[in-house]
C-alpha cells in the first residue's frame, strides 16, 4: 500500500468518548502533520512531528493529544470533545519537516461529535 | 505573519471555457508556493509547486500557474476546463518556522462547471 493512509474514515463519538485517529505513510517520510478543515475555515495546522519530535503544536486544545511512535505513524487521541469540534482531519505527510517537498495529504477522518 | 488570500469564494464557468484562480500571498521573501485541489470526501491532492526558477510552473491535469513577484501573486490557470474539475482549490504558501516547514493555506475556491 502507498501513500498516506487514514483510520477510520468517519468517526461518532460523544463528549464523554475517548476515540484514535490513526494515520500511516508508507512514502519513507520523516515529517507528518494534523490538519483540521472545518466549513467555511482555512485549513488548521494543529501539530506537525519531524523525525518522531513534535516541532509546531498549534495552540490546540489538551483535549487533542498527538503520538508518534515513529516516522511512519500518527495518532490523534480525543477525549472529552466538543460539537465544535465536529470536522475533517487531515493528516499529512513530506520528504522532511525543513523543505515541505513531496507533501502529500491523506483522505482524512470525518468527526462527529454528538 | 504570512498570510494567503483567495479573494474567490466561488467560480462558476462553463465546460470548455478558460478558468483563473487568484492567489495572493504576504511574506517578505519568496515562499515556496503550491496549488492543491480537493474532492469531495477526499484529501488534497497536489496539482503543482514553485520553488524557485522559471516562474510559469506546469502541473498535472492540464494546470499552470505563473508566480508575479511584483504582485505577490501565484493564479492558477487552464485553457478548458472540464466537468470533472468541479472541486475545491486551495492555494498555500510554505515558509520555515523553528526548523519546521509550515504551510499556510489560502480559504480555498469552490469552481462550479456548467455543462
Known amino acids: 500500500e502507498t501513500g498516506v493512509t487514514q483510520t477510520p474514515r468517519h468517526l461518532v463519538m460523544g463528549m464523554t468518548n475517548k476515540k484514535s485517529l490513526k494515520c500511516e505513510q508508507h512514502l519513507g517520510h520523516n515529517a507528518m502533520y494534523w490538519y483540521k478543515q472545518s466549513a467555511k475555515k482555512p485549513l488548521e495546522l494543529m501539530f506537525v512531528?519531524?523525525?518522531?519530535?513534535?516541532?509546531e503544536n498549534n495552540s490546540v486544545p489538551s483535549r487533542f493529544s498527538p503520538e508518534c511512535p515513529n516516522s511512519s505513524h500518527l495518532f490523534l487521541h480525543l477525549h472529552t470533545l466538543q460539537p465544535e469540534d465536529s470536522a475533517l482531519y487531515l493528516c499529512?505527510?513530506?520528504?522532511?519537516?525543513?523543505?515541505?517537498?513531496?507533501?502529500?495529504f491523506g483522505s482524512g477522518t470525518r468527526l462527529t461529535v454528538v | 505573519a504570512q498570510s494567503v488570500t483567495q479573494p474567490d469564494i466561488h467560480i462558476t464557468v462553463s465546460e470548455g471555457a478558460s478558468l483563473e484562480l487568484r492567489c495572493n500571498y504576504s511574506y517578505g521573501a519568496t515562499p515556496y508556493l503550491f496549488w492543491y485541489v480537493q474532492s469531495p470526501g477526499q484529501g488534497l491532492q497536489l496539482l503543482l509547486k514553485?520553488?524557485?526558477?522559471?516562474?510559469l510552473v506546469q502541473g498535472i491535469k492540464g494546470f499552470e500557474a505563473e508566480f508575479k513577484r511584483s504582485q505577490s501573486s501565484f493564479n492558477l490557470r487552464k485553457p478548458s476546463v472540464h466537468w470533472s474539475d468541479a472541486a475545491e482549490y486551495f492555494c498555500a504558501v510554505g515558509l520555515i518556522s523553528g526548523g519546521s516547514y509550515i504551510p499556510t493555506f489560502g480559504r480555498g475556491t469552490s469552481l462550479i462547471v456548467h455543462p
Open positions: 499529512a505527510s513530506s520528504q522532511d519537516g525543513r523543505t515541505g517537498n513531496s507533501y502529500t
Open positions: 514553485y520553488f524557485s526558477g522559471d516562474t
Open positions: 512531528y519531524n523525525f518522531k519530535e513534535q516541532t
